[in-house]
């Protein structure tokens, strides 16, 4: 993702400013060359999981949709009787209503061939079908964009995450690259020119699209990172030191705390992850009915499109939770599964300032927060980063040594241009870890290695 100016470097009586340019082209050059592949593969897939739920229901319309009925659905205990007659040997994990006349109950279960979502028609209690939530396209998508396949805390999250990092990186100097010296022009440089032959034509495609749209994917990067395997953790850190855990209010009382965060029992919104599940007291009666849930739902507010999770063991609770297109009515709500009492609920309201820009920023990248807008938005970040970081790619393969050599821009040699790019390469490590690190590493690697080797050197030059 390597921008380009549209003018030529300043003139030679400006020899610092001259060489400054020199050192950031070449960092914004092997940046770009280096991550260009896993930007591609973040655009594609980001692009691609914007429209989640429209893939979905074209992929498995027959699953999740049912003719529409006038008469009263069964009760939900008789549509988890119907499931677990179909599948003995399986635990049922969860239960999602019907929200909807032609919509199927969605019923999760765990068993020897692992986790499936079984559909459930609500008017007769009949299974329509099932699927493994872990192999769906969109689920492979969203693991791709994650973690290229390798799963969780892998090499492939750190990789994404140092990607995504380094995209800030290539965005700022990008921009530094783009600005306009001497007299300043419509065409070349908020819009891009066409009749000035094929070079400069791809010059401007690379650059102009990403100065329009360089907040926007700077946004993406910046909400994106909760979710990674570093940064992510920090974040979580912080954002609970901060707000000190979960405010007094979350708390009903009446059921011990386990050491089960929620999204061991389910996925809830990010900001009550690492919630603890609390404990069922006893009271030797039998658990509620999964309507009694439901009407406490309803009493409580929910929204609709909840889960409810179902207690796994005589301590187990049931956990009612919703993470909606508004993210202002998430919400995440244990309770007792003996006397329904409410023993944690956490909403929006309850998260603290950091949690709640979070989810905020959760919503902006997932594109929903206002929005078909923010849908468009982030659809044309996705196609800019992809399409300039093709078009960066094209400009190296165009003006690349024929001979040996990578073509990378000449190194400049000025003690005070040093100085001055370690004090950015400090400021870059500290408000972005991981480009510090993996800066630090590089410098490592071209003292240790690239400097002893002659030819290595040359090509690198």
Known sequence: MELATNQQPAPAKQPASRGLYARIWRWHFYAGM????????????GGTYLFKDQIDDAMYHKLYHIPAQETANI????????????YPDAALTSYKPSFGKDRTAEIGISGPEGDRTVFVNPYNGAIVGSLDPARTFTQWIRDFHGSLLAGDHSIGDKIIELSASWAIVLIVTGLYLWWPRGTSKIWGVLLPRFRKGRKTTIRDLHAVPMFWLSIVIIMLVITGLPWSGITGKYIDEAATSLNSNYPAGVWGGGGAESAIPTKDIMEVPWAAENLPVPRSSE???????IENVLAIAKQEKIVDGYSVALPQDDKGVYTISVWPKNVYDEATIHMDQYSGKILTSFRFSDYGTMAQMIEIGIAL??????GVANLILCLLACVAIAGSSILGAVMWWRRRPKGAG???PTKPVNQKLQRGAALIVIV????IPPVGITFLAALIVDWVIVQRISKLRAWLS
Do not use: C, D, N, R
Not at 34 to 45: D, E, Q, R, S
Not at 283 to 289: K, Y
């Open 428 to 431: 870059l490590a500290i408000l």
């Open 283 to 289: 009271s030797g009666v039998p658990a509620l009915p």
């Open 406 to 408: 990578l073509g990378a």
């Open 365 to 370: 990248h997932e594109g929903h927060y206002f």
């Open 75 to 86: 009760s939900p205990s008789y549509q988890l009787e119907a499931v677990k007659k179909k």
């Open 34 to 45: 280096i991550f260009m592949p896993f930007l591609i593969v973040l655009a594609i897939t």
